[in-house]
């Protein structure tokens, strides 16, 4: 019981955040701006500050590190086997978007669980960022560009990943890091300040987001697109981390990140590159909901 009670704040958030916007006191058309607030500026200062004071020794994340990139490559792998399947049951556009939802992850939702169950979760988060953050980027947009009607070269691919601020954000973590500087303690206080907002305004975003009647959309697309995620991607990792003998809260701060929904930013993407965005969004706010069975279920199984 301690566990599903633990998985209650997330929901309350979430679900204050689903109110607010469907009861029209934050209205729906004013969350862009709130969602642009916490992915470019407050979980930039958190992941900043968080990397910049981590461990990053190989001793300590190399198997973390390992675990990821190997379970991100399955889940592309069977993601692009999906191709094999005749066209006329998947279209290219609803490829491109099951391929998203299977591999993109909602940072928000990731680092406010990781908070909520482990002690060093967000820095242990923070490097799962750093990781596979430009990986999903680039490699999203390369199989969007081959499969959509919207091409893309290779500089449009390199400006795309350099304006993502969790990549900036990251960068700029790393470099203080690996060179030994420490920020000044005015703006080490300043980003922790800033970034104490971000894992609530985040979730209240993933709330606002839900839409009821994308839930009675069920298509085998979506329940493809929601089984990769909360159950494959999640327990492949499991899998190699045991495999690896990970500690016990990498293991389940992986697990997070390949429990968690697929972030928002990929329904920009779809809409912008020619995938089915209503697909990317049904597919979207299904993982909201498994994510919610999923978490009390990896922390009672690996905490």
Request: some cysteine.
């Amino acid at each position: 019981m301690s566990f599903a009670l633990s998985i209650l704040p997330l929901l309350l958030i979430i679900g204050s955040g689903y109110a607010l916007a469907k009861s029209d006191i934050i209205p729906r058309n004013n969350w862009g701006a709130i969602e642009t607030l916490s992915f470019r500026g407050l979980i930039p200062a958190t992941l900043i500050l968080a990397i910049s004071r981590s461990d990053l020794s190989l001793d300590r994340f190399g198997g973390f590190g390992a675990a990821l990139v190997g379970t991100l490559i399955v889940v592309a792998v069977f993601a692009l086997a999906l191709r094999l399947i005749p066209c006329e049951t998947l279209s290219n556009a609803q490829f491109t978007s099951l391929f998203q939802g299977g591999i993109r992850w909602n940072a928000f939702v990731a680092l406010a669980a990781a908070e909520q169950f482990l002690p060093d979760g967000i820095a242990i988060l923070a490097i799962a960022i750093a990781v596979l953050v430009p990986m999903v980027n680039v490699t999203c947009i390369v199989v969007i560009a081959s499969f959509g009607p919207s091409k893309a070269s290779f500089s449009r691919i390199f400006n795309t990943l350099i304006r993502n601020p969790l990549v900036q954000a990251c960068a700029i973590g790393l470099t203080l890091n690996l060179s030994g500087l420490s920020l000044p303690e005015p703006i080490a206080q300043t980003l922790d300040m800033v970034g104490r907002g971000a894992l609530g305004v985040g979730l209240l975003a993933v709330g606002a987001g839900i839409s009821l009647r994308r839930l009675t959309r069920i298509r085998w697309q979506v329940v493809l697109g929601v089984l990769m995620r909360p159950v494959l991607a999640s327990s492949m990792f499991v899998i190699f981390g045991r495999m690896l003998e990970l500690p016990t809260d990498q293991m389940f701060a992986g697990a997070l990140v390949f429990s968690v929904p697929a972030a928002a930013n990929g329904y920009i993407v779809a809409k912008q590159m020619g995938g089915d965005a209503e697909l990317y969004a049904n597919i979207m706010t299904w993982q909201v909901v498994v994510t919610l069975l999923a978490l009390p279920f990896w922390a009672q199984f690996l905490l």
